[in-house]
């Protein structure tokens, strides 16, 4: 008689996660070494058969208790969270699904995580270039091609507002309001934040930062050192005097009004 089980491994950066729905502890090398996949209530739904790969998913469903459910229950990770699920039938394992979780829901005293498959890496590519003024291209990305390190300038906090999302920064006195808004606030563990405004020593997060509050409030006096990168107004005359970058501008800023053959407005 076959003896069937499930193994679940849930991997965050350098976090990783391994569960079993079977009764009893599993050991299972994943190519990292021996891992013990620990028992966890955890239901899953039918691995999704579809013509477009791309849309096939998968739904996990866990106690509120389970230590994954719990560390996406406050809101958006900062890495992402990928799942791989090996069926393991005597000595012989086999990959049965992997992917990449794509949200959350609590449903009473369970959480539903929803996991899209590898496959959505393979997405049709989107909408070509657009005709327009302004830049298409997202600042420090493909196309604007700019080094980021080369714009960082290197500071530290001296103030976090009780929001959770105003920064008062040691000196930055030497740009003008505004300098970072659209930029990032980068952190000693790498991670990364959306600059939302800027204004004197103040700048304002897209989202609170728990890891630089927690490094905060363990300091007591401030003095957390950051990186913070300008942003862009994604117009030739930033492009051009912020960053020296006019030759990737990815506009088209002499685009008439007028329509020179109508009357129509461009």
Known sequence: MFRRTELYRFVEGSLIDTQTRGN????????????TYTPYAIGRGQVENKTEMVRASLQITMALNNPVALRHLSGVSDTVLTLTVFQKTDATVAVIWKGRLAKVKLTGKQV?????????????PGLRARWQKNCRYAVY???????????K??????????DGVT???GDLSAFADGYFRGGM???SNNVIRFISDHAGNVITL????????SEFDDLGTGNVPVDLFPGCAKN???????????????GFPWIPTKNPIGSSVV
């Open 167 to 169: 920064y008062t920064i």
């Open 185 to 187: 606030i980068r952190a």
């Open 153 to 162: 300038h290197s500071d530290d906090i001296t103030t976090i507002n009780a």
């Open 141 to 151: 990305g493909p196309g604007c091609n700019l080094d980021k390190e080369t714009f």
């Open 24 to 35: 009893t502890e599993v050991v299972y090398d994943a190519g990292s070494g021996d891992e």
């Open 236 to 250: 030739l005359t930033v492009c051009t005097n912020t960053f020296g970058n006019e030759l990737n501008y990815g």
């Open 206 to 213: 897209g989202r609170r930062f728990e890891f630089l509050e």
């Open 112 to 124: 539903i995580m929803v996991f899209e498959s590898i496959f959505t890496s393979l997405r049709r």
